[in-house]
């Protein structure tokens, strides 16, 4: 198969993860006997000092044309960098809201999974790390506060701010059908996290997944409060199989949930349209703190290009391959330093990802 993959760097650590997501597939394809085909495009800081905005149309139309897109991390300090003196439309992460929109990418799949090799890394009390978890978390991504009309105005001399969250019908509706379809495939259960005791756009989430879930009958669908999803998060994760939720609720839950693996460097996630389309990228942010020093954890990203495989190529052998590579690399005690424990051996960056890379059969 000939894959045709656009590639973000972005910025921060991202353009070292992305090297590492890169030598891994070309290990992959190079085993499994497929050819890949990268071409990077700039998007956030970078394309802001390159060309003056976060995200170009060409940059846009490059990404259209391509099976899939692997990203790295955009961003900068938000209170050092001077991209974070530009307007809000102009920053950096006006370019991953903006290709998220162009694409339609609505369907943003962050699996949290408890790697056991990293039970010691997990914060959680050892009776409920013991238990593991392996949960999905499934965000709505191109509606709610993220892109309702927005505004700061002055009234009657006092500065007054007004952020829209709405959602209609449809786009409930596509996006719990995606939960139903992948908790099909898992352990049956979605759990859709709302507000519904205050906010109008819960009631009708609710509603509306009511009525997807009544095409599911194999699968149970339960309705928790957000606070109350964040609290259980902590307290019994192994409880949560497919955690469908609106974008803003999701973007907190996904970090709470990636913590609790141990470190947000382990979590990769798909933003999926209704096609095969998808971007891929770690959960994580851009780090710029530590930034080309070789000490950032690709793992979330490598298992972003194996997410990738799987949902836009239907390589799912390859895909496993990758999991069993970084399990393999896990298992034999190799950690970068946001995993590491004593008694483990600590790697960089580069070298993780040779280490991955080579385990690859
Ligand atoms: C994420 C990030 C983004 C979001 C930011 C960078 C706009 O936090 O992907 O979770 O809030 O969606
Ligand atoms: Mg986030």
């Not at 085993?31 to 970078?46: C, R, S």
């Not at 609710?206 to 095409?215: F, I, K, L, N, P």
């Not at 973007?251 to 389309?277: C, H, K, P």
Request: charge should be negative; charged fraction near 25%.
């Amino acid at each position: 198969m000939k894959l045709n993959i656009v590639c973000i760097p972005g910025d921060g650590i991202g353009p070292e993860i992305v090297a590492q997501a890169k030598k891994v597939l070309d290990k992959v394809t190079a085993v499994y006997g497929h050819e890949i085909v990268f071409t990077d495009i700039l998007m956030g800081g970078a394309s802001i000092d390159a060309c003056g905005e976060p995200l170009t149309q060409e940059a846009i139309d490059t990404a259209k044309a391509a099976d899939a897109v692997l990203m790295g991390s955009i961003g900068g300090n938000t209170t050092t960098s001077p991209w974070y003196k530009l307007p809000p439309e102009k920053r950096p992460e006006a370019g991953l809201l903006k290709i998220r929109k162009e694409l339609g990418l609505f369907a943003n799949l962050r699996p949290a999974y408890l790697f056991p090799e990293l039970a010691a890394a997990c914060p959680l009390a050892k009776g409920t790390s013991d238990k593991g978890f392996d949960l999905l978390i499934m965000r709505e991504l191109t509606g709610g506060l993220y892109f309702g009309a927005r505004h700061t105005e002055v009234i009657d001399g006092v500065r007054t701010a007004v952020d829209t969250l709405t959602y209609n019908e449809n786009e409930i509706r596509r996006i719990a059908v995606k939960a139903f379809e992948a908790a099909r495939k898992r352990k049956g259960k979605v759990t859709s996290v709302d507000k519904a005791n205050v906010l109008d756009s819960s009631r009708l989430w609710r509603a509306v997944t009511a009525e997807v879930a009544a095409d599911y009958p194999d699968v149970t669908l339960e309705n928790m409060l957000v606070d109350n999803c964040a609290m259980q998060l902590v307290k019994d994760p192994a409880q949560f199989d497919v955690i469908l939720t609106e974008n803003m609720f999701g973007d907190i839950l996904s970090d709470e949930a990636s913590m609790i693996t141990g470190s947000i460097g382990m979590l990769s996630s798909a933003s999926l349209n209704e096609t095969r389309f998808g971007l891929y990228e770690p959960s994580h942010g851009s780090a710029p703190d530590i930034a080309g020093m070789d000490i950032a954890n690709p793992i979330a990203t490598i298992l972003s290009a194996s997410m990738m495989l799987r949902y836009s190529f239907d390589l799912n052998k390859e895909a496993d391959s990758i999991e069993e590579a970084v399990k393999a690399v896990l298992k034999e005690g190799y950690r970068t330093g946001d995993i590491y424990t004593e008694g483990t051996v600590k790697v960089g960056c580069n070298e993780m990802g040779s280490l991955i890379s080579d385990r690859i059969k």
